[in-house]
């Protein structure tokens, strides 16, 4: 049980030390190198040392689009012509309301024909690699609660982020970033709960015209010369290395003297990741000149640069009323950087390694109160929704599972989030039910006791 | 390499550990065996289906025991011999399991699983009548800490190196093991420890000395009582506490729909709860007293109104709160079992607990306690403020706010009752049409009722109550029931029924105008009503003044007029909500409801109670409901699924077989008092647990929030025990239980690293050396803040923001806590998480922790301060500083060599290139950081940090700041 300098940044006795940490089932853990007991599973986390995961996958990171809000299926991913005999229709049996045919209009796009929304023009240009989920479910359509669900895998109690378990299932592949970082969103959304506060997002607060030695915190040191500074560090590891002595290498002191290099090299390295005026002009106009262009990018480059999850929300989706024009402009915001995201990451050959996904927490209804006018809007709706997935070992120009004829409630193949997240940890190469963590006497699981992947969607 | 192979290695390794009695075996069936059974084998080898296939099953333990037709399935501890495995690991001449039809061979790390199950003697609890897995067994009911404690004899053993009763304990089983304890550590290392381990501060250089130059033989001892006497003592140890209590300044729940009662998402004066605790540490309050404190102080015989001892309630209220009532239960629950008894009774909220002896009845019997109390409106005060221009400047901003409060809110109402009044006709028929039919929209716009405003017309209509029982709209309702088609017949005798219904009289003016009508549609109906609003909208403005403005007396509107005039909005006067706290009950809920609580004052005066230094502190008190209920078992958890009714009362497990229903109220005050009884295995364990894991760096068991079936066993169960029985015979003392840990060799050895015991037992379960441990969150920031000579010593009072600048100088237990986002801060350095009880940091180590040394303005801030100590100032010479700085910091001089490197780094970092360098970013004002929003709203007085390079000493005190050697106590 070797110390492997320059990768434990935890002390691996420590993890051994409690009790609470267990890196899944007897399978995964023994992956690692290290002896499990099961029953009562320790096992080295590793920390954010890089594993490799026990099953075969492609994917290395994950970059989710998360359209907090709830998108409108009809609109976007679902088109459900049969609605135009219903317009302004009574319709008791689907929640009330008058039939509401969606003022989108729907082209076969790309080599698979893929039907893309009017809505969204430049990701019609890409749509051979998106992989629609067109029958998702949620049983509460409640913002909170489902956004929750989305993130988390619980409506109601504190678990941990997706990106904590990617994190915790594939560690860091880079030293001198965090793992797993998101570009704002809910702190729940970021939470890593029981799991290690290492697993838990790091909040970068990254905009366009920020800059960036303030993205994250005290990354930037107002008082010494980096010169200087590197004196410093060296007269630190001098110090720590004659304390070392004294305690005859004890791993925990080793892993926190070599956290100060890693800081020292997050320096520069974070301000450079999320400096996008290192990109070409090209690449930038790809992006466009938005916000939500420039978080995009930086999403790319911190994958490029070995981060496994970044979380990104890109809001504005509840359109209660008006939705026609509101909903043009949200697609708007997201069309042009998705569609770059993916071209790019395609370009540079990240694609396969990367899955991009993109959602909302919940559907819309499909109907209108009232009468069928510039005004309409939906309302929430939980029977179904949409989601795509893009990269990362999924099929591309596809669309998995269907609604009924008005978008109503799912007729085939439904996906559930747990099931959602299910696949997305197939995709990076483990099984749902293993990548477990002891807590509180129990082995906890992202996706609960559910949880099915969706076998018709990977590659 | 092929991990599946190093998989079932690993089993191999691990298997020694583990044995069939253990309980760890029966989860490790329960885990890996029985799903496996259930999913390959049952479908051919089910005695209770009939289906046994060569005479086989393996449903139950006696199924294998007995075998098929080729013999026994397995030889318990010896896989290789056992035809089960042989037949699975397709290793058998002639059968191979499961057939190809059903799948095939199993996947090798279910085999391997299979191995390992039969290497620890095929552990099977399944006697064919459990068909389930619960803790409801007599194995988990023999579980040791379901024990009474017992009073172990002390070995006897003599040997220098023993202090006391604790080593003899420890010394016999190192013994045992060939192995020997270090010798006491040296006394500048020793006064480090303990001082970090009960103030949570390093000692000072006049500390060190005196006990240096101390050669009595009670030196040490003089020491443990000059600390347990400390002020800070409490503060350190309360904190402890405050993690087990999930202790936090907020609710977690900011957006609440309207539903949850509080203005503010930040509890008004949570700590009185915290500053309750460290005094109670202080005072040594006996720990029996201090949980019954703190479930049932109300109730307690000899309390008084504003008894201080009320904020114990705080561990009630504290908590996170959630929609959903039974949520805000079940966290009670699962807070009192944990931080109280170590059982993690929330598991049985949707069935038998799975591994302890917790049945799902006993978690509703609990429910029944919790379900029937309340949190109370009227708050006793509890601290009250000396500084009396303080409490009046605090006063007058209260009033102008309650004052503003009163006018936003009787002005938003006046509009809301206006313009229903005058679109009466509208709401009431809009309010009997489907939500979403198209003839809404035609009579939303009829009436002026714009799509825009859909919330507000929304929370009117909620608020219209279409009761048949309503003295107004009931009529209306009533009728409103009548199909369309069948309506001018059976209108005319509804309404005679209606008006006739002596058990819900209608109001007398509504009365009248419906009398003798013969409607022929529901719609004139409302149009009568619409007339009658519009006469009581004429005489309103005189009622409504009247009703509005404190000091007029009580409108002489006539009583049906009057109601009338505030419907659908009942008002309150005036004169009845002269205090905040009265608003807060009569406003709120109006308020909550009709989604105008933005507009009110609620949340400037609870900002007010929390941070004006005039504010008095109140204790976050509850009460019992009027009439006591028991709950119902929820089946599955699922409210709506009745089982049995369940009378309030204690565990059984733990009631030592004399369980009795809760008589009193709620019963909070019997459920305290079984919980601090003596005779519960439990509770003394768990604070003794805690106690030795903070000195010595790890519990007895290593869970300290769950002593269950599922924890480790303790490495020195006989030691914990006497411990334990000498706790309580100490009469719950925690200061004695400190003496005996501290004054013991155990805690005073050195942290030596000895080869050969490393090897035998790495994780130091033995404990043949002291254990090396970082600084938690507190003690860093703490030890920051003093080393620079500034630390603020006040004890107790309204919470300060200790992450952002301007930097509080506060000690860090009185930190602003947000359950509902924790600082950076918090976060990087591993603060328990106040989601739920969390006994136990965690302790990471990630570069975000170095660049908070490294980069931060408060380690630079503290770096300045200490070249400024007058210990480093009045240094005659370089060498001299920099023995100032070891002692202050790391409490012994500093070798030559170490001088040395001081020195030349000196050199070095003074010389020109270096100096006339520039930090990376402009130095100057960090302007973006004052205008960020601060942790949680709370700003401290203050000044920035100067943004100007350090000089070479004062990069030098940085670094040893940042050097391990201040972060960890050995």
Request: hydrophobic residues 40%; glycine residues 8%.
């Amino acid at each position: 049980m070797s110390h492997q300098p320059g990768h434990a940044i935890y002390a691996r006795r420590e993890f051994f030390r409690r009790t609470g940490v267990a890196l899944g089932s007897v399978a995964a853990a023994s992956l690692l190198g290290q002896l499990a007991i099961p029953g009562q599973v320790f096992a080295d986390g590793g920390g954010l040392t890089p594993r490799t995961p026990p099953l075969p996958a492609k994917a290395k990171a994950i970059i989710h689009i998360f359209a907090a809000g709830a998108p409108s299926h009809l609109d976007t991913f679902d088109p459900k012509p049969v609605m135009e005999k219903f317009a302004d229709k009574n319709l008791p049996n689907h929640g009330g309301g008058v039939g509401f045919p969606s003022p989108f209009t729907f082209t076969p796009s790309g080599k698979s024909g893929l039907l893309m929304s009017s809505a969204f023009p430049k990701l019609a240009e890409v749509a051979d690699e998106l992989c629609v989920i067109r029958s998702m479910t949620i049983d509460v359509p409640a913002h909170g609660p489902a956004a929750k669900m989305m993130h988390t895998g619980s409506l109601i109690q504190v678990k941990p982020s997706v990106g904590s378990w990617t994190l915790y299932g594939l560690g860091s592949n880079n030293r001198s970033l965090p793992g797993f970082i998101t570009l704002g969103g809910s702190a729940e959304w970021r939470q890593a709960a029981f799991l290690p506060s290492m697993y838990q997002g790091t909040r970068a607060d990254f905009a366009a015209n920020k800059p960036v030695d303030r993205v994250l915190s005290n990354l930037r040191n107002d008082f010494a010369a980096p010169d200087a500074q590197r004196k410093q560090l060296d007269l630190v590891s001098q110090l720590n290395q004659d304390h070392l002595a004294r305690f005859k290498g004890d791993e925990q002191l080793e892993a926190r003297s070599e956290s100060f290099e890693l800081a020292y090299r997050m320096q520069t390295e974070a301000m450079e990741a999320f400096d996008i005026n290192k990109e070409s002009k090209e690449t930038r106009e790809l992006y466009g000149k938005s916000d939500m262009g420039a978080k995009l990018l930086v999403a790319r480059r911190l994958v490029e640069r070995g981060v496994r999850f970044v979380q990104i929300e890109a809001g504005g989706w509840d359109h209660h009323s008006g939705i026609f024009s509101a909903l043009t402009r949200t697609a708007g915001a997201i069309d042009q950087p998705a569609a770059a995201l993916i071209a790019d990451l395609k370009r540079l050959g990240m694609l396969d390694s990367t899955v991009v996904w993109w959602g909302g927490e919940f559907g819309r209804t499909v109907t209108t109160p009232g009468r069928v006018d510039a005004n309409s809007g939906r309302d929430h709706h939980g029977k179904a929704f949409c989601s795509w997935l893009a990269g990362g070992g999924v099929k591309g120009g596809m669309a998995y599972g269907a609604t009924d004829e008005l978008g109503y409630e799912v007729v085939e193949n439904p996906v559930t989030i747990h099931d959602l997240h299910a696949t997305l940890m197939r995709l990076i190469g483990y099984d749902h039910t293993k990548l477990t963590f002891r807590y509180n006497g129990r082995d906890f699981r992202l996706t609960d006791n559910f949880g099915q992947v969706v076998n018709g969607i990977i590659a | 390499m092929n991990p599946l192979r190093r998989g079932s290695l690993a089993l191999l390794f691990a298997a020694g550990a583990l044995t069939a009695a253990d309980s760890e075996g029966v989860a490790f069936f329960e885990k890996n065996i029985r799903p496996l059974f259930i999913d390959h084998c049952l479908k051919c080898h089910d005695g209770t289906q009939n289906k046994t296939k060569g005479g086989l099953t393996l449903d139950t333990r006696s199924g294998w025991e007995k075998g098929g037709d080729s013999g026994p399935a397995i030889v318990p501890g010896q896989p290789d011999k056992s035809l089960l495995y042989q037949v699975l690991a397709f290793t058998h001449a002639e059968i191979q399991m499961p057939p190809k039809k059903e799948g095939g061979k199993l996947a090798d790390e279910k085999i391997a699983a299979v191995r390992q199950w039969i290497s620890i003697g095929a552990p099977d609890p399944r006697d064919g009548k459990h068909t389930k897995l619960t803790g409801l067994s007599d194995e988990a009911r023999a579980h040791w800490a379901y024990q009474p404690v017992q009073s172990p004899a002390v070995p006897e053993i003599k040997d220098p190196w023993i202090r006391n009763e604790i080593d003899a304990f420890v010394l016999t089983k190192l013994r045992a093991n060939g192995m020997q304890p270090n010798p006491l550590a040296a006394k500048e290392v020793l006064l480090r420890r303990v001082t970090y381990d009960l103030i949570g501060l390093p000692p000072t250089t006049d500390e060190i000395n005196a006990f240096v130059a101390d050669k009595s033989p009670t030196a040490f001892a003089t020491v443990v009582e000059r600390l347990l006497a400390s002020p800070h003592y409490g503060e350190r140890w309360g904190r402890h506490w405050l993690d087990s209590a999930r202790y936090s300044d907020t609710i977690g729940l900011k957006s609440n729909g309207g539903k949850y009662r509080y203005e503010d998402y930040r509890l008004r004066s949570a700590w009185t709860y915290r500053d309750y605790v460290v005094q109670a540490f202080n005072s040594d309050k006996p720990w029996n007293d201090f949980l019954v404190e703190q479930l049932a102080a109300d109730q307690l015989p000899d309390i008084k109104p504003g008894d201080p001892r009320l904020a114990a309630l705080g561990f009630i209220t504290v908590g996170k709160r959630f929609d959903n009532p039974d949520d805000i239960i079940d966290e009670r629950i699962d807070t009192v079992s944990k931080a109280m008894l170590g059982v993690t009774v929330s598991c049985s909220r949707c069935h038998d607990h799975k591994f302890d002896p917790i049945p799902t009845a006993d978690y509703y019997a609990l429910h029944g306690v919790f379900n029937n109390i309340e949190e109370s409106y009227d708050l006793p005060e509890v601290v009250q403020i000396a500084d009396a221009a303080q409490v009046a400047d605090y006063r007058a901003k209260l009033a102008t706010l309650t004052e503003q409060n009163r006018t936003a809110f009787y002005g938003v109402m006046r509009k809301r009752l206006g313009d229903f009044q005058d679109r009466a006709e509208g709401y009431l028929r809009l309010a009997v049409i489907n939500g979403r039919s198209p003839e809404r929209l035609q009579i939303a716009e009829a009436y002026g009722l714009h799509p825009e405003n859909r919330d507000e017309i929304r929370e009117v209509l909620g608020a219209l109550q279409l009761r048949n029982e309503h003295p107004v709209v009931g009529p209306y309702a009533r009728l409103s029931r009548i199909p369309e088609d069948q309506f001018a017949e059976k209108a005319p005798a509804a309404l005679v029924a209606a008006l006739n219904d002596k058990k819900n009289p209608v109001n007398p003016l509504v009365a009248e105008v419906l009398r003798g009508l013969k409607p022929r549609t529901l719609a004139e109906i409302a149009r009568v009503y619409a007339i009658l609003f519009a006469k009581a909208a004429a005489e309103a403005p005189a009622h409504l003044d009247s009703l509005f403005t404190p000091g007029q007396p009580a409108p002489s509107t006539d009583a049906a007029l009057a109601e009338l005039i505030t419907f659908p909005y009942p008002l309150p006067d005036a004169d009845d909500v002269v205090t905040s706290d009265q608003q807060m009950a009569s406003f709120q809920k109006i308020a909550l409801e009709n989604k105008t609580i933005g507009e009110l004052k609620f949340t400037a005066i609870n900002h007010l109670r929390l941070t004006h230094p005039g504010s008095p502190g109140w204790a976050l008190t509850v009460v019992d409901k009027a009439k006591a209920n028991d709950s119902y078992v929820y089946i599955r958890g699922e409210k709506n699924k009745k089982g049995p009714v369940v009378p309030r009362s204690f565990l059984e497990v733990l009631s030592g077989g004399t369980r009795k229903p809760f008589t009193q109220g709620s019963g909070r005050l019997e459920l305290a008092r079984a919980i601090a009884d003596r005779a519960n295995p439990l509770t003394a364990r768990v604070a003794v647990n805690r106690a030795w894991m903070h000195h010595v760096g790890a519990g007895f068991v290593t869970t300290p929030d769950d002593l269950g079936v599922m924890s480790e066993k303790p490495a020195h169960r006989e030691l914990f025990d006497w411990l334990t029985a000498r706790f309580v015979a100490d009469g719950w003392s925690m200061k004695s239980l400190h003496r005996r840990i501290l004054l013991s060799a155990t805690y005073q050895q050195s942290a030596a690293s000895i080869a050969a015991f490393e090897a035998k037992d790495p994780d130091n379960r033995l404990l043949w050396r002291a254990n090396l441990r970082r600084l938690d969150m507190e003690a860093i920031r703490d030890s920051l803040v003093l080393l620079g000579g500034r630390l603020d010593r006040t004890v107790g009072g309204q919470p300060v923001n200790i992450s952002d600048e301007p930097y509080s100088y506060r000690r860090t237990i009185y930190g602003f806590v947000d359950r509902l986002g924790l600082s950076d801060l918090m976060v990087q350095f591993d603060f328990a998480d106040p989601e739920m009880p969390n006994s136990r940091r965690t302790n990471t180590t990630v570069p975000q922790q170095a660049l908070f040394f490294l980069n931060s303005p408060m380690a630079a801030d503290a770096a300045r301060a200490l070249m400024t100590r007058a210990e480093v100032t009045a240094a005659a010479s370089d060498e001299a500083r920099v023995q100032a700085l070891y002692r202050i910091l790391y409490q012994r001089g500093p070798s030559a060599q170490e001088i040395t490197l001081a020195l030349g780094f000196i050199t070095e970092a003074g010389k020109p290139e270096y100096t006339r360098t520039k930090p990376a970013t402009k130095p100057g004002a960090p302007k973006d950081n004052a205008d960020k929003n601060k942790y949680a709203g709370l700003t401290n007085l203050g000044t920035m940090v100067e943004r100007t390079p350090l000089k070479p000493w004062e990069m030098y005190a940085q670094a040893l700041i940042c050097a391990n050697e201040f972060v960890y106590v050995n």
